[in-house]
């Protein structure tokens, strides 16, 4: 048995859902049941057939399917509120609303819907919101991670605001509809069950949106790439070797030599990281940098000081110290850690040298490394 699916009409159209199911089963196609966004058909004989949409969110009873199916009316399928009915064109199958009242009580209701879910989206959800962040982080924090995870991961943010907005837009345009008819009702006028079917253009916009939310991240998957750290750099990194740090790698923990090179792609930008440990004398020195390329000209400073609103240490950029390093726009120290910005490049470093902390030897090969970055 052939089976299709296609985007259904909006719950409140009632009229147009009606039409695109009577279309279809001209067309060959029988309705099987309702989803979210798409409805189910079957392949049969094209046939001409009548559709009703009654807007209740409550099962239909067994008395009330008896009572339709004595006037001609066949329930097929329900969901949420929506529930479709149908009858063979000519079959003389009476209208299930008659009256006028009958049809605004069954609007109403859907329309009480909405206004709840109005509030839940502009009120409930933004509360919701800040007490995830409010409980565990603070403001500063939250806003940091909102601009990394856009930068790496657009994606992610992308599909849950396209979500999220696409239901707002659901609702108001809920609500103007079902109010709409509520005016129609009032002045005798009773819903169109033919009127021309429109594509359902938000939905077709949602899931193109889903479509690319899922193509960036299979790519982000396909596109990721750790390698063994070579001798030499063949990137836009810097080696602890080039540090004058010469001795063998090694890890701290006992494990297998760490030297490691991952690239990851972005829409906005590309990221190389680093990770490498050699023993120098009775020491370890270790080196984690992380190096993204922008690929737009604004936004480079901000991401610079998210990257500082969630570093390990001290997530304030005013407790960093400022130095002056050529090639480079902004370069923010603190003990071990530098934050460093040219243009569209931004570089986030990790650095331990051997022996006592000391600020000048630190910052000293902090400018070493910046300096052999800036070139590549």
Not at 14 to 40: C, D, H, I, P, V
Not at 116 to 139: C, K, M, Q, Y
């Amino acid at each position: 048995m052939w089976t299709k699916w296609a985007l259904h009409p909006s719950d409140y159209r009632l009229g147009e859902n009606e039409s695109f199911y009577a279309n279809q089963a001209a067309r060959g196609w029988r309705l099987e049941k309702r989803g979210g966004y798409f409805s189910r058909f079957t392949r049969v004989n094209p046939r001409k057939e009548m559709y009703r949409v009654e807007l209740d969110s409550r099962e239909p009873t067994p008395e009330k399917l008896a009572l339709y199916e004595e006037c001609g009316w066949e329930w097929v399928t329900k969901r949420d509120t929506v529930n479709v009915y149908r009858a063979p064109e000519g079959s003389g199958a009476p209208e299930l609303y008659t009256d006028a009242e009958g049809l605004a009580g069954s609007i109403r209701r859907i329309r009480r819907r909405y206004v709840r879910d109005l509030l839940l989206l502009t009120v409930l959800l933004p509360l919701l919101v800040w007490g995830l962040f409010a409980l565990g982080e603070s403001i500063t924090d939250f806003r940091s991670r909102m601009i990394i995870r856009w930068m790496l991961y657009p994606e992610d943010p992308l599909f849950w605001l396209a979500n999220l907005l696409y239901e707002l837009a659901s609702v108001l345009m809920g609500l103007f509809c079902t109010g709409r008819l509520l005016g129609d009702i009032r002045r005798g006028k009773m819903p169109d069950h033919a009127p021309r079917v429109r594509r359902p253009w938000g939905k077709l916009l949602l899931m193109t949106v889903w479509a690319l939310c899922l193509l960036t991240l299979i790519l982000q998957l396909a596109l990721h790439k750790k390698a063994e750290m070579p001798a030499a750099s063949d990137g836009p990194y810097v080696t602890l070797a080039e540090l004058g740090f010469d001795g063998e790698r090694t890890d701290m923990f006992g494990g297998e030599p760490v030297g490691s090179v991952s690239r990851d792609w972005s829409p906005l930008c590309r990221i190389v990281e680093t990770s490498e440990e050699v023993k120098a004398g009775n020491d370890v020195v270790f080196l984690d940098t992380h190096l993204y390329d922008l690929r737009l000209p604004w936004g480079a400073e901000r991401f610079t000081r998210a990257l500082v609103g969630r570093s390990y240490f001290n997530k304030d950029p005013n407790d960093y110290e400022r130095i002056d390093v050529a090639g480079w726009d902004t370069v923010l120290v603190r003990y071990k850690e530098c934050f460093a910005r040219a243009g569209r490049r931004v570089v986030q470093i990790y650095l331990s040298a051997p022996g006592e902390f000391d600020p000048d030897t630190q910052r000293a090969l902090f400018e070493k490394l910046l300096t052999l970055t800036a070139g590549r």
